[in-house]
């Protein structure tokens, strides 16, 4: 076998600039949603709204730029790590120009509505399986490279990526389980609570395990080799990568505290929280001393500034996470845009400002040439840093700023801003410097861009012939370790015992990438598992509410709106157990509530207020001005325009479909509420179009997309009998409407559909409390209700309690 092996750097140079491209489309975009959230006329078209173009960018900077610095800086590092060239060049190619075209699909799927409603979840069930076709094919590639790899034992960067690998293929497959309705519509198997608990152990151990760990894994390969200094510590090494795999997949339930789930979970989630501080510690430690003796490159040369920062916010945001999982920093921090801040501080602090520094690197070696302006690279590093100093202080300012406007009250025990929108226009300062940041963070971007561009343009003519080294292949000795041996004889186990006497337990499972890689996944499953089983099969975590009732196909049609429209992004649905959230919204959440929400939308960021309550609280004609213009309800509301809505007809043809899945996930269908969902839907529609008309509202509504959308938010929180909280504020309902007047003939209620009849309401100007003949129409097809429960906000009293028949 010949001992010259040519690295295959074709492949990391695609990923390279696909990442530098997904770079400055991502943060543009991210950019233009910082702008909408105090100007909302730049919300120009349906397509391209914030709630659609929000998942964009999150979904662009994470699997699109970060995505392609991964999968670049891992088959490049690999390659030399490894002394082999990559297993497969067609494997490459595919991950490549897949891995494109899905980013590509991705950003049409999500500018046209086409979402799942999940954090970090979004794309459609369709893209969901080829994610996991080309993540098996980057494993496939990946661990045939180990298979023939001529360097025995596996650098510390390779056992992250492994872990990577393994981590992100157990995430994907147990939060995409779905039932699809459509090509490109589905229903998640799992509702609210259990939702709930599975979205977020996927989308917190997302961050670890694709915007963590992959990167540890290039810190530790990029930073000694920039720094031409070795690792500092080997064993140090060795605990901070064990520790990180077994602690970070159990803290997934810390965003999930004075919620509907049950304590145990979130308590379980906050101790693994805390514990997982030390050892993120360690690997920042291990990056820093391994500069030991090379501080003084840092005044002339750009990369390690880069490098050296990215470390230092790696042990900032690990440390502000714990503590943010801490119960009482948590009720602060949560729903409020410190929760943005601390995000963007590890996405741009540490994934951003390592991948740059990678680029800087990595780019002049892999064309060959020297970097185009080690002087606008500095520039970039310092416009960058500022221009993050400004989004974190500004986001952390935003975040004191609404949990303390939220929880003020009067001395007689009024809510000192009763007005959400109050809150809202205290913000906008604050948005305003964050845009002033994220334009420095882009523009240090689009200076990368140029710098590189120049670079790539000076290589010389032969950059693309690949590098050759000699390295003999291993020979496959008799005891080796890792070798092909007779199974289960004396001496192979007696050799193998002493070799690791001699040179260390973890030195031999280096070598050993099979037993290696088994060792992660059961460590990575441990956590997995404890926390799901008792949640799916003990019953007492979800107790059921007789009054609790399936939505009907209107209310089915108009939440799916509510979540294309991205809804979720900016307004939750779980009153926590305080006193000011109760009193502001009304009786908090109960686990029950939820077990027909396929996807929960709890949300995590109140940009606007929550709506776990909002059914009967505006009158129906308030819901359809609000959408159309939302400053006619509400002045000063930065709230998009959805007039699109008004005009739209709502679809009926895959409502059958629809209502089988959903009972396919459980949810408890009839046939004949199956088959007569398309007239059941037409007879609630006209009921609420004429409701609307007899409020002096816009005509011809008994078709549109507004209707389904009324019919779902006027059913929010009506399934259980609570006390509404007296009216306070100068926004509680800003619409004036007509004296009541007799329920028109044809709005009366329909026996055969369920529809019940509609009568008109009269709120004054000030109170949002409907009248009792007012129950909204959406609501009242329910059987009575509950009994009334207490009022009492006592925020001792358990979260996943609630009325039991």
């Not at 060792?519 to 404890?530: H, I, K, N, P, R």
């Not at 619409?735 to 329909?750: I, N, R, T």
């Not at 369920?754 to 003949?773: K, L, W």
Request: neutral net charge; proline residues 7%.
């Amino acid at each position: 076998m010949s001992h010259t092996v040519r690295y295959d750097d074709r492949t990391p140079r695609l990923f390279f600039l696909a990442a530098l491209v997904w770079a400055v489309v991502g943060m543009l975009v991210g950019v233009l949603v910082a702008a909408m959230l105090f100007m909302p006329g730049l919300n120009l078209a349906p397509y391209l709204t914030f709630g659609r173009l929000r998942p964009l960018h999150t979904n662009a900077v994470i699997f699109a730029f970060c995505g392609n610095i991964i999968f670049g800086g891992t088959y490049h590092s690999m390659q030399r790590l490894l002394k082999t060239r990559l297993f497969s060049d067609g494997l490459s190619k595919f991950h490549f120009w897949g891995w494109q075209l899905l980013i590509v699909a991705a950003a049409l799927a999500l500018v046209t509505g086409n979402t799942q409603g999940k954090e970090y979840a979004e794309l459609p069930w369709v893209l969901d399986i080829v994610i996991a076709v080309l993540w098996v094919t980057f494993a496939v590639n990946f661990f045939g490279t180990i298979a023939i790899r001529r360097e025995r034992h596996i650098y510390v960067a390779i056992w992250f990526y492994i872990a990577t690998i393994v981590a992100v293929a157990i995430l994907h497959i147990g939060n995409s389980i779905a039932v699809p309705y459509s090509l490109l519509g589905s229903y998640p198997a799992y509702a609210g609570v259990k939702d709930a608990l599975m979205q977020w152990w996927y989308g917190h151990n997302a961050v670890a395990f694709f915007l963590t760990t992959p990167f540890l894994g290039l810190m530790y390969y990029y930073l000694p080799k920039a720094a031409e200094r070795p690792v500092f510590s080997y064993r140090l090494s060795i605990l901070h990568f064990w520790s990180l795999v077994f602690v970070y997949i159990w803290a997934g339930p810390h965003h999930l505290h004075y919620s509907a789930v049950p304590e145990w979970a979130s308590t379980l989630g906050m101790l693994f929280s805390l514990i997982l501080w030390m050892p993120s510690w360690g690997g920042m430690v291990n990056g820093f001393f391994t500069l030991r003796g090379a501080w003084h490159k840092l005044r002339e040369d750009p990369i390690l500034k880069f490098m050296v920062v990215a470390v230092t916010y790696y042990g900032m945001s690990t440390f502000e996470g714990p503590m943010m999982s801490i119960k009482s920093v948590n009720a602060v921090s949560h729903f409020t845009d410190w929760t943005i801040g601390h995000v963007h501080a590890g996405a741009l602090g540490w994934n951003a400002f390592l991948s740059f520094g990678i680029l800087y690197w990595v780019i002049p070696r892999l064309w060959k040439t020297q970097l185009y302006s080690p002087r606008l690279a500095t520039i970039h590093f310092w416009v960058a840093t500022v221009g993050l100093i400004a989004y974190q202080i500004s986001m952390w300012v935003a975040g004191i700023t609404q949990w303390a406007m939220w929880r003020a009250f009067e001395p007689d025990g009024r809510l000192v801003y009763p007005d959400f929108i109050e809150t809202v226009l205290a913000l906008v300062p604050m948005y305003e410097v964050r845009l002033i940041g994220g334009l420095l963070f882009f523009s240090g971007v689009l200076m990368a861009g140029w710098n590189i561009v120049k670079t790539i343009q000076s290589a010389p003519a032969d950059f693309a012939v690949e590098p050759e080294i000699d390295a003999p292949p291993l020979v496959v000795e008799r005891l080796a370790p890792g070798a092909v041996t007779p199974a289960n004889t004396y001496d192979h186990a007696l050799y193998a015992f002493q070799h690791s006497i001699r040179h260390g337990f973890h030195r031999m499972l280096e070598s050993r990438t099979v037993t290696f890689t088994v060792l992660t996944a059961l460590a990575l499953a441990v956590g997995s598992l404890v926390e799901s089983i008792p949640m799916f099969f003990d019953k007492s975590n979800v107790k059921e509410i007789a009054s609790v009732k399936p939505y009907t196909p209107l209310e089915v049609t108009g939440r799916d709106i509510y979540i294309r429209e991205g809804c979720y992004n900016c307004h939750s649905q779980m009153v926590r157990p305080f006193r000011y959230e109760t009193e502001r919204y009304g009786e908090y959440a109960k686990a029950g509530e939820y077990v027909y929400d396929h996807p929960f939308q709890w949300g995590s960021k109140r940009t606007g207020p929550d709506l776990l309550r909002v059914g009967g609280k505006y009158p129906s004609l308030w819901h359809v001005r609000h959408m159309a213009q939302p400053d006619s309800t509400t002045p000063g509301s930065i709230m998009p325009r959805y007039p699109h809505l008004l005009t739209t007809p709502f679809d009926t043809g895959l409502i059958q479909s629809k209502l089988h899945a959903l009972r396919t996930v459980g949810v408890p269908y009839s046939d004949g509420e199956i088959e007569t969902a398309v007239a059941s839907m037409q007879n609630q529609a006209n009921a609420i179009a004429k409701e609307v008309e007899s409020q002096q509202g816009p005509t011809g509504l008994a078709d549109k997309e507004i209707v389904a959308l009324v019919a779902y938010l006027q059913r929010l929180g009506t399934d259980i009998r609570w006390k509404r909280p007296e009216p306070q504020g100068s926004y509680s309902a800003t619409l004036q409407l007509p004296a009541a007047q007799p329920a028109p003939a044809a709005a009366a209620a329909d026996p055969a559909s369920g529809t019940p009849a509609v009568q008109p309401h009269t709120p004054t100007a000030r109170s949002s409390e409907p009248t009792p003949a007012a129950k909204p129409a959406a609501a009242a097809h329910s059987p009575e209700p509950a009994p009334r429960s207490s009022a009492s906000h006592d925020t001792s009293r358990p979260a996943t309690g609630g009325p039991t028949q």
